[in-house]
């Protein structure tokens, strides 16, 4: 079973930054990302990385403004949101797999609560 425990996220203002982060345990917790929902609109994928690896993959959206990491040691990965628009405002979902970074929601059986993220124009 994979526990996770994801932080960050709240109120920005139109061209800031925030910083999520998903820490997961777990013997398949391989491959941690993150998609987004917001209001009215479908489930979009976001960002995943590879923990052992680094092998990353964005959404076109994102590709240039959003970066993913990790820490190998503490099982983590982070997103650093830069140069956020009121169309990034959604629920941000941490989504933890296996294999190698899939921007399929349907490849993660493991979803986390997820976190408010609100960029004001």
């Known amino acids: 079973q994979v526990q996770m425990v994801e932080s960050g996220g709240g109120l920005v203002q139109a061209g800031g930054s925030l910083r999520l982060s998903c820490a997961a345990s777990g013997p398949t917790a391989r491959t941690l990302g993150w998609f987004r929902q917001a209001p009215g609109k479908e489930r979009e994928f976001v960002a995943a990385?590879?923990?052992?690896?680094?092998?990353?993959l964005y959404v076109d959206s994102v590709r240039g403004r959003f970066i993913i990491s990790r820490d190998n040691a503490k099982n983590t990965a982070f997103l650093q949101m830069n140069s956020l628009s009121p169309e990034d405002t959604a629920v941000y979902y941490c989504?933890?797999?296996?294999?190698?970074?899939?921007?399929?929601?349907?490849?993660?059986?493991?979803w986390g609560q997820g976190t408010q993220v609100t960029v004001s124009s």
């Open positions: 989504v933890v797999r296996g294999e190698v970074p899939s921007p399929y929601g349907d490849d993660y059986p493991y």
């Open positions: 990385i590879n923990i052992n690896s680094g092998a990353a």
